[in-house]
Nanobody, 116 residues
Framework: VQLQASGGGLVQAGGSLRLSCAAS????????MGWYRQAPGKQRELVAV???????NYADSVKGRFTISRDNAKKTVFLQMNSLKPEDTAVYYC???????????WGQGTLVTVSS
């Protein structure tokens, strides 16, 4: 499985960005997809995940500001990020969990920088 993420960049506080991640390879319709992030000096943390049935789960820190969605036909997951804060600055990683292979797959990461 390969994951190609895009959409990161520099934005001012209060602004918006949309991340996309396209999966290819040995994917299945039951895969869970999501986003994690890692800020400098911190551990990687969950941002949002979405099941194959489009049920989302969010970190408390992003609830009400971020929206995760997916297009199963295109094997793509999206993260709409609104009302961005400087503390959202991190490298964002796309994730796919395959229940069939019981394996996590990771994208290359895309940097999001929010200036104050």
């Amino acid at each position: 499985v390969q994951l190609q993420a895009s959409g990161g960049g520099l934005v001012q506080a209060g602004g918006s960005l949309r991340l996309s991640c396209a999966a290819s390879g040995r994917t299945s319709s039951i895969d869970r997809m999501g986003w994690y992030r890692q800020a400098p000096g911190k551990q990687r943390e969950l941002v949002a995940v979405i099941t194959s049935g489009s049920l989302p789960n969010y970190a408390d820190s992003v609830k009400g500001r971020f929206t995760i969605s997916r297009d199963n036909a295109k094997k793509t997951v999206f993260l709409q990020m609104n009302s961005l804060k400087p503390e959202d600055t991190a490298v964002y990683y796309c994730n796919l969990y395959s229940p069939l292979f019981r394996t996590d797959y990771w994208g290359q990461g895309t940097l999001v920088t929010v200036s104050s």
